[in-house]
Protein backbone atom coordinates (compact mmCIF):
# COMPACT_ATOMS: atom_id res chain seq x y z
CA UNK A 1 0.00 0.00 0.00
CA UNK A 2 1.66 3.27 -1.03
CA UNK A 3 2.47 5.42 1.59
CA UNK A 4 -0.29 8.61 2.14
CA UNK A 5 1.05 10.97 4.80
CA UNK A 6 4.46 11.86 5.84
CA UNK A 7 6.43 9.38 3.43
CA UNK A 8 3.75 10.54 0.62
CA UNK A 9 5.76 9.74 -2.99
CA UNK A 10 8.82 7.63 -1.33
CA UNK A 11 9.74 4.07 -1.25
CA UNK A 12 13.06 1.93 -1.47
CA UNK A 13 14.23 2.08 -5.02
CA UNK A 14 16.27 -0.96 -4.44
CA UNK A 15 13.61 -3.41 -2.01
CA UNK A 16 10.49 -1.27 -2.35
CA UNK A 17 9.77 -0.91 1.29
CA UNK A 18 7.65 1.85 2.29
CA UNK A 19 9.17 2.35 5.37
CA UNK A 20 10.17 2.91 8.21
CA UNK A 21 13.12 5.04 6.28
CA UNK A 22 15.72 6.69 8.48
CA UNK A 23 15.96 10.15 7.22
CA UNK A 24 18.60 12.74 8.36
CA UNK A 25 16.16 15.51 9.34
CA UNK A 26 16.11 19.46 10.21
CA UNK A 27 14.55 19.83 13.40
CA UNK A 28 13.80 23.49 15.43
CA UNK A 29 14.59 23.12 19.08
CA UNK A 30 14.28 25.35 22.02
CA UNK A 31 17.28 24.64 23.91
CA UNK A 32 18.59 26.16 27.31
CA UNK A 33 21.84 25.05 28.69
CA UNK A 34 20.33 22.44 30.72
CA UNK A 35 19.44 20.72 27.48
CA UNK A 36 16.32 20.86 24.83
CA UNK A 37 13.03 21.88 26.35
CA UNK A 38 11.13 19.72 24.62
CA UNK A 39 11.12 17.59 21.47
CA UNK A 40 8.75 18.05 19.04
CA UNK A 41 8.61 15.57 15.49
CA UNK A 42 6.07 17.43 13.75
CA UNK A 43 8.70 19.88 13.50
CA UNK A 44 10.65 17.79 11.25
CA UNK A 45 11.74 18.18 8.16
CA UNK A 46 14.05 17.99 5.43
CA UNK A 47 15.22 18.59 1.65
CA UNK A 48 15.19 16.20 -1.58
CA UNK A 49 19.03 16.03 -0.76
CA UNK A 50 18.85 14.94 2.89
CA UNK A 51 20.84 11.40 3.83
CA UNK A 52 17.87 8.43 3.33
CA UNK A 53 18.58 4.82 4.42
CA UNK A 54 16.32 1.67 4.30
CA UNK A 55 16.62 0.10 7.25
CA UNK A 56 14.98 -3.27 5.47
CA UNK A 57 17.58 -3.92 3.00
CA UNK A 58 20.48 -0.87 3.88
CA UNK A 59 20.03 0.88 0.67
CA UNK A 60 21.26 4.46 1.58
CA UNK A 61 21.39 7.71 -1.02
CA UNK A 62 19.24 10.83 -0.67
CA UNK A 63 15.57 11.37 -0.60
CA UNK A 64 15.44 12.39 -4.12
CA UNK A 65 16.64 8.30 -4.71
CA UNK A 66 13.97 7.06 -2.86
CA UNK A 67 11.19 9.62 -4.43
CA UNK A 68 8.46 7.66 -6.91
CA UNK A 69 8.82 8.34 -10.46
CA UNK A 70 5.58 9.11 -12.30
CA UNK A 71 4.80 8.19 -15.77
CA UNK A 72 5.75 11.90 -16.86
CA UNK A 73 9.17 11.08 -15.04
CA UNK A 74 8.62 13.56 -12.15
CA UNK A 75 8.40 12.88 -8.65
CA UNK A 76 5.34 11.13 -6.94
CA UNK A 77 2.79 13.10 -5.43
CA UNK A 78 2.72 16.44 -3.54
CA UNK A 79 4.76 17.34 -1.00
CA UNK A 80 5.11 15.38 2.36
CA UNK A 81 5.16 17.17 5.18
CA UNK A 82 8.44 16.72 6.34
CA UNK A 83 9.47 18.24 3.08
CA UNK A 84 11.09 21.69 2.40
CA UNK A 85 11.27 22.56 -1.55
CA UNK A 86 14.44 24.42 -0.55
ZN1 LIG B 1 15.17 -1.29 0.89
Given amino acids: MPN ?3 LLGLA ?3 CGSQGPLQIDTLLTLTV ?3 GPVAFDADNAAWTP ?3 CICPACGQSGC ?3 FTLKT ?3 RPGGSLSP ?3 DA
Avoid: I, M
Fill in 49 to 51: HAG
Fill in 63 to 65: VAD
Fill in 82 to 84: GVT
Fill in 12 to 14: CPR
Fill in 32 to 34: TDA
Fill in 4 to 6: TNW
Fill in 71 to 73: RAG
